[in-house]
């Protein structure tokens, strides 16, 4: 799934010409993106930053010690980020929206250290994925176990709200099959996804009621394999420098045309 997005957005970011200097892969997991990035955009600084440590140490880990390049790793919350106003000249993010909260406070700090005429360039689920793990789960209990995803206008919406512009998306459907649990899971925890789809009756979901939903969600296929539908929506939009939230309007008086009597 990540694989399938990142190339995904890496087609869609081949048209753009981005003059970028200070990329930064936002929720980068364990880094998958980074050589790409290097690749598409040579010379540049790239910032990896995941809210997970061990995922951060595991993209560390996964660089070669003949590698030249210098990637900065961060630990920090998508929003609440530690860097300057208009500090990016490129925000890239693969698969890190659908297990926010609030994908709008992202947004609104992805608008505040993007450059003027900078790129916001992402992948997200959109409300039709993930939905035979939710009817398998309503077998088993009343809890929500997952997220409700926003649909490509409402992320429009809330891109141009948080002072991003001019967003362009489009949406791409794709069909998984695995072979075990195990592999689905192995997969959704790769995108930081399993603790979201775990969500969240605060007390702990039992092996018997978590064996029972496996069990209705293979058995929707028929021959006991699991089989997903993801809605992937593919955006991009443009800084549009830092906005000024005084609530003042600044006017520059030589263009007030003078009144004639």
């Known amino acids: 799934m990540h694989a399938v997005t990142r190339k995904g957005l890496f087609a869609r970011l081949s048209p753009l010409i981005v003059d970028a200097r200070c990329i930064l892969d936002l929720g980068s997991a364990t880094g ?8 598409h955009y040579a010379g540049a600084q790239i910032v990896s930053l995941d809210i997970s ?22 630990q920090a919350n998508a929003s ?42 992402f992948a997200t689920l959109g409300p039709d994925s993930l939905t035979e793990i939710g009817r398998a789960w309503e077998e088993v209990d009343d809890h929500a176990h997952v997220n409700r995803f926003l ?52 007390s702990l979901t039992g092996k018997g009621r978590f064996e029972k939903m496996l069990g209705v969600l293979a058995g929707e296929s028929g021959d ?7 809605e992937l929506v593919y955006g991009h939009c443009w ?11 600044a006017i520059d008086a030589s263009s007030i045309a003078r009144r004639r009597r």
Not at 59 to 73: D, N
Not at 107 to 116: D, G, K, M, P, T
Not at 159 to 185: A, C, H, N
């Open 224 to 230: 006991k394999k699991l089989k997903l539908e993801l």
């Open 151 to 202: 649909d490509m206008h409402d992320i429009g919406d809330a891109l141009v709200r948080s002072g991003l512009r001019d967003p362009v998306l489009d949406v791409d459907r794709i069909s998984i099959q695995y072979d075990s649990p195990g592999k689905l899971f192995a997969d959704l925890t790769a995108v930081g996804a399993r603790n979201a789809l775990m969500q969240r009756n605060r």
């Open 32 to 39: 998958s993106a980074s050589p790409q990035l290097r690749k």
């Open 239 to 249: 800084g549009a420098g830092v906005r000024d939230e005084s609530g003042n309007i």
């Open 53 to 74: 440590r061990s995922m951060l140490l595991e993209a560390r880990r996964k660089r070669s010690r003949f590698s030249f390049a210098r990637p900065l790793t961060v």
């Open 80 to 121: 609440k980020l530690p860097f300057h106003d208009g500090s990016m000249d490129l925000v890239f993010s693969n698969l890190l929206l659908p297990f926010v909260d609030r994908p709008e406070y992202v947004f609104s700090e992805v608008a505040r250290v993007l450059r003027e005429g900078g790129v916001f360039a």
